[in-house]
């Protein structure tokens, strides 16, 4: 099976005209190979094993239908029901070395303008390694999180860089962890929270269960993620700084 809100410092109308996107990569990322699981333990715990057994040596993505142990940061369980969100993680071999190391904030970024862009969701970052977006009622609610490890080589260049992430996209019964802080929200309760009316541009909410349109979703923000890992500037601690923190959450 291989294969009504104030919000972010960052404007939500034209975020894929904003200066803090990337216009054009180069030279371009490499190619990435998809396995696709109907169930897992974790996308993150299986990425590690088929790292560790030498079955990775592209640019790989694991991702699965459903996560009986989910994993977030701290140790944290993420509920993952069957078919309600994207569960994925994202390995790099030979990942470019950051300054200061710091792959959450730069996946952040990347997972938070493609949102924003594809779905016309004001999501923002709880730092460190939370999406989260306001629900009716002002609160605001844990939409996704990002968990990355790397290793280092021999020679202390970063490798085996696993960038794994979980997204609620529909309804439905999530336990919490005792530890958590936010209660979870949706894409779904997210677009039925928005005041505008729906355009075309905005995703119908009934197309959120469809394997299709959860694929291309899953494929833009994969996309947006090794745009941005690989984009030149990345390499400066104040670019990823200054974007990451035009992102968070206004508490």
Not at 33 to 48: C, I, Y
Not at 199 to 214: M, R, Y
Request: glycine share 8%; proline share 9%; with cysteine.
């Amino acid at each position: 099976m291989t294969t009504h809100q104030t919000v972010c410092s960052t404007p939500l109308a034209g975020d894929t005209h904003n200066h803090t996107e990337p216009k054009q990569i180069q030279p371009p990322p490499p190619a990435v190979e998809w396995r696709h699981f109907s169930t897992v333990d974790s996308t993150s715990l299986e990425a590690l094993r088929q790292w560790q057994l030498g079955r990775i040596d592209t640019p790989t993505v694991i991702v699965a239908t459903a996560q009986t142990a989910g994993r977030g940061t701290y140790g944290r369980q993420w509920a993952s029901p069957a078919g309600a969100g994207l569960y994925f993680t994202l390995v790099i071999p030979e990942p470019p070395p950051l300054a200061n190391g710091n792959y959450t904030h730069l996946a952040g970024i990347a997972l938070a303008h493609c949102l924003r862009d594809q779905l016309h969701l004001p999501v923002c970052l709880k730092p460190v390694n939370d999406l989260v977006l306001p629900k009716a009622d002002g609160a605001w609610g844990k939409l996704g999180g990002i968990l990355t490890e790397v290793g280092l080589s021999s020679t202390g260049k970063p490798v085996g860089l696993r960038v794994g992430v979980g997204i609620n996209l529909l309804q439905a019964e999530r336990s919490l962890d005792d530890r958590a802080q936010l209660s979870p929200i949706s894409v779904e309760e997210g677009l039925q929270c928005l005041k505008a009316p729906l355009t075309q541009s905005v995703p119908d909410i009934h197309l959120l269960g469809e394997v299709a349109w959860q694929r291309t979703l899953l494929q833009a923000l994969v996309g947006a993620l090794m745009g941005y890992l690989f984009l030149p500037e990345a390499s400066s601690p104040q670019w990823v700084e200054s974007r990451f923190l035009a992102l968070v959450w206004p508490r």
